[in-house]
């Protein structure tokens, strides 16, 4: 066979993938997708109260008393896999003898269909009534629209949509489109400890995936739906200083030693000036420089700083235009301080000199800062502050955890179905946003798997995870609900037309 192009024929076959996967827009929905709404929409209350059961389990994963709950919560998920005719390995999440399941579960093993696996977690950060919620955090409870409740929206709500759309299909009786997989944890407030290594020891069972999808984030907006193609990683630090083995008075010491909070304070504030600029020599070197791909995505974004403001509950941002605010968002790094070990805290004073506090804070990683460069930088730079002061006092600076920033391309055909299914069932075209916050597992599934990963959030931007009366509206629930079903049509016609452009638009081979 005579060899026909090379590169220019490589050319020529990536020009016709990017002119087949042009995202198509339809005003209507199909026939297939007018039955698999209806359905969904005459079935929303039933949706609702599964929601409702699942709310219910305290499944606190931060705090180890709650720990039985948790473990009651994956065996309701398992059971609930299990109804939908998958089959569910529970596989041993924690190390040193500790046991909490995380499922694994499948549906279909049809060669001829894509494979995706869904990610979520139906373990929830801790919530009180007395903290300042307005219903209890675990009686799922509807006000105008929307369904309070903790874990309503992170990440319950989200989960029970995607397994709510995979059921429709069951109950309709409709080929499914897709073969499904599933990983679900409950260890994933507490940082997803143990997931890598089930990830690593059940290789297998990532082997014939093609795509993973993650909603575990939220929109940009309250009414504009997104897909999210990036997010932050995160270096955390403690920075401790120590100057004995107890406590002191402050009425006998004070004066005439070196205060172990007043260097730590200098050093704190010698980390970030009041326009939120990193003042760590070199920190901003390794940030990549903004492409106009980016620039156009960002520019086309629909943006409202006083919606934003109203959800943060402040007067004032930084900036003041929407370019600044995604910026610094999504594109730089940002230093936040976040607490004092050591230091006195109850209601009222306790006049004593503490003998070692602890700082705490962290920077947001950017595409291509290298953490360890990152480590040697804040490490030289408050060694070099704490020098400066004289102190009698020693100095200890450690990175306990550090996390690299996530990027797909939204060129897949994940993201270019998706991008069609939020047009069938939101009537637009989706923000294509990045996140300013840290999801360590879509970069460990990345990575791991070698699979294409997507985050197709359906909650809105005031939803409220991990805050008092965090919720999920009626609207998004449900409407998210379709917007899955939707996706395992799209990805099925889009994977599809990928193997038959592939097998067309290979590129030939020169024979000896």
Known sequence: MAKVGGEYTEILFVAALMLLFEPRVSSTSSSLETQIFQYIDDHQN?????????????????????????????????????????????????????????????????????????????????????????????????????LYGRGATDNKGPVLAWINAVETFRALKLDMPVNFKFIIEGMEEAG??????????????????????????????????????????????????????????????????????????????????????ILIPGIYDDVATLTEEEKQLDESIEYDLEEHKTIAGVNKFLYDTKEDILLHLWRYPCLSIHGIEGAFYEPGIKTVIPSKVIGKFSIRQVPHMALATVEKQVTQYLEEVFSKRNSSNKLKVSMPMGTMPWIADIKKP???????????????????????????????????????????????????????????SRYNYIQGTKLFASFFLEISKFHGQLQEASNTTSVPTEEP
């Open 46 to 146: 039933e949706f609702i109260e599964n929601l409702k059961d699942w709310v219910a389990v305290k499944s606190d994963s931060v705090q180890p008393a709650f720990r039985k709950e948790v473990t009651r919560m994956m065996e309701l998920t398992a059971d609930r896999l299990r109804a939908l005719g998958t089959s569910v390995m529970l596989v041993n999440q924690l190390p040193d003898g500790q046991s909490l399941p995380a499922v694994l579960a499948e549906l279909g093993k049809d060669p001829h269909k894509p494979t995706v696996c869904f990610y979520g977690h139906v373990d929830v950060q801790p919530a009180k009534k007395e903290d300042g919620w307005k219903t209890d955090p675990y009686t799922l409870t509807e006000i105008d629209g929307n």
């Open 192 to 277: 997803s400890l143990g997931l890598d290594e089930v990830v690593k020891e059940t290789e297998h069972f990532f082997s014939d995936v093609d795509y993973i999808v993650i909603s575990d984030n939220l929109w940009l907006s309250k009414k504009k739906p997104a897909l999210t193609y990036g997010t932050r990683g995160n270096a955390c630090f403690f920075v401790e200083v120590e100057c004995g083995e107890k406590d002191l008075h402050s009425g006998t010491f004070g004066g005439i030693i070196h205060e172990p909070m007043t260097d730590l304070i200098a050093l704190l504030d010698s980390l970030v000036n009041m326009s939120g600029h």
């Open 414 to 472: 994940m993201y270019l179905a998706a991008k069609t299914a939020i047009k069938t069932v939101f009537g637009e075209e989706p923000d294509m946003i990045q996140d300013g916050s840290t999801i360590p597992i879509a970069r460990m599934f990345q990575n791991e798997t070698r699979k294409s990963v997507m985050m197709l959030p359906i909650g809105a931007a005031d939803a409220g995870e991990h805050s008092q009366n965090e919720k999920i």
